[in-house]
């Protein structure tokens, strides 16, 4: 069936480095979204893309999607014990279902 | 708060009980949502409502049972789980056009913990 690979599946890093996770679709998506869960909580909606080559920013983090749309990235710049969790993305394949990555989980080393 | 609410948050129950989830959402969507969710496992969407109307079925055991009365309200019935259906399911709203032809941002609620003995 239809996939969104989504990677890496965890990242460590320190704090103030950069973070970022792909999403890689085998088709076409008409949107992405992307979805932040933290430890113990549940998914918060980020964002979501819709045209080709769309690039969107808030605050530290810039969302794009590829010319082709099939692949997304998620970039988190500096990054702050506050953006600890996993995030998702989730796009609309061309029969209309919502397909979901598995996640990358960000970890913030001490 | 999201405004999706989940009761209960926390249950266990043996393989032969009969229970069931419930979310309520007020915000004014039409369309809700039932997910599972395990550990290092994707999302899964396990039921679509659409107006009151499922619209998928993902294929999920027949074990799990949902139910719509409004657009308000989802139910999730369990019968005769398995231990590997323990996982936190999660229940989402959200705004759909009536084309369906792509998902809008989905709210989700707290979540249920599962734990099936």
């Not at chain 1, 890093?13 to 979805?35: K, M, R």
Request: with cysteine; proline share 5%; charged share 15%.
């Amino acid at each position: 069936g239809q996939q969104v690979m989504q990677i890496p599946q965890y990242q460590h890093v320190q704090e103030g480095e950069d973070f970022t996770t792909y999403c890689n679709s085998s088709t076409t998506l008409s949107n992405i979204q992307w979805y932040k869960q933290r430890p113990g909580g549940h998914p918060v909606f980020l964002i979501q893309l819709v045209k080709s080559g769309e690039v969107k920013k808030q605050k530290r983090l810039t969302f794009q999607f590829g010319e082709a749309k099939k692949n997304s990235s998620l970039h988190i710049t500096a990054t702050q014990t506050t953006d600890v969790g996993t995030y998702f993305c989730a796009g609309t394949d061309s029969n209309y279902q919502l397909i979901w990555g598995a996640g990358t989980k960000l970890i913030i080393k001490p | 708060e999201t405004g999706v609410t989940q009761t209960p948050r926390h249950l266990v129950m043996g393989m032969t009980n009969k229970k069931s989830l419930k979310c309520e959402q007020h915000l004014g969507h039409n369309a809700m949502y039932w997910y599972k969710q395990s550990a290092k496992k994707p999302l899964e969407l396990m039921f679509v409502y659409n107006f009151k109307e499922q619209t998928e079925n993902n294929s999920v055991p027949s074990r799990f049972s949902p139910e719509c009365p409004n657009s308000s309200h989802l139910f999730l019935h369990l019968h005769t789980l398995q231990p590997e259906d323990s996982a936190l399911y999660l229940c989402a709203s959200s705004h759909r056009g009536p084309t369906l032809s792509s998902y809008n941002e989905q709210f989700f609620g707290p979540g249920t913990r599962l734990t099936v003995l």
